[in-house]
């Protein structure tokens, strides 16, 4: 069965300071990996997808997220924070079928 | 006006009503999907349409019924819920063999 690990659930970070949320999937073939972005009382947005391809994808708002096949990550980094990113992280696995499996999401709080 | 659209974004109800959760997308997209977030508990899903047949059912309790009566409208009609139903009910759709999920605002349900 696929799963989705995102082993912080809460990261404090200093406006301007680099960001990196992990990411561990388990699957059992070539996985479609993507990370949503949820602002309170709102829905998810994807920020990026990997289907296959170059290991590195970029995505909206500066974020940028590497697949590692060897470590099973797809985590996702931004060189700088701005306090409009303070929200919910959810990474997601798929695999060419209708059903996605959502990790427990990461909370990024962002300080002055 | 966005992707994916849910009718209404809150939502109180008592135990013995009856109400209708609706959602909307405009995105040309054949598969639609229910999820259920609950605060701390990873996204649920509950149900998927594709292709206006229900293709999956995650053990939802039956006072939840959804309704697909095309490939752009879902409903998920409500009776007799229980106060641990109250949750964030997010709606999504995607093209069908392809995972990448677009997702409405949600509806906050508040079961009194």
């Known amino acids: 069965a696929q799963s989705v690990t995102q082993p912080d659930i809460h990261i404090t970070v200093s406006e301007g300071a680099s960001l990196e949320l992990r990411c561990n999937y388990s699957?059992?073939?070539?996985?479609?990996l993507f990370w949503y972005v949820q602002s309170p009382g709102q829905g998810l947005q994807l920020l990026l997808k990997?289907?296959?391809?170059?290991?590195l994808v970029q995505g909206i708002k500066g974020f940028e997220a590497e697949f590692k096949r060897s470590q099973s990550s797809f985590n996702l980094r931004k060189p700088s924070v701005h306090w409009s990113d303070a929200a919910e992280y959810f990474c997601?696995?798929?695999?060419?079928?209708?059903?996605?499996?959502f990790g427990t999401g990461t909370r990024l709080t962002i300080i002055p | 006006e966005t992707g994916v659209t849910q009718t209404p974004r809150h939502l109180v109800m008592g135990m013995t009503n009856k109400k209708s959760l609706k959602c909307e997308q405009h995105?040309?997209?054949?598969?639609m999907y229910w999820y259920k977030q609950s605060a701390k508990k990873p996204l649920e899903l509950m149900f998927v349409?594709?292709?206006?047949?229900?293709?999956e059912n995650n053990s939802v309790p039956s006072r939840f019924s959804p309704e697909c009566p095309n490939s752009s409208h879902l409903f998920l009609h409500l009776h007799t819920l229980q106060p641990e139903d109250s949750a964030l009910y997010l709606c999504?759709?995607?093209?069908?063999?392809?995972?990448?999920?677009?997702f409405g605002q949600g509806t906050r349900l508040t079961v009194v």
């Open positions: 990997y289907f296959s391809g170059d290991t």
């Open positions: 995105l040309g997209h054949n598969a």
């Open positions: 349409y594709s292709l206006e047949e229900r293709v």
């Open positions: 699957y059992g073939a070539t996985p479609y």
């Open positions: 999504a759709s995607s093209q069908a063999r392809r995972t990448e999920a677009f």
């Open positions: 997601a696995v798929g695999g060419g079928n209708e059903k996605l499996t």
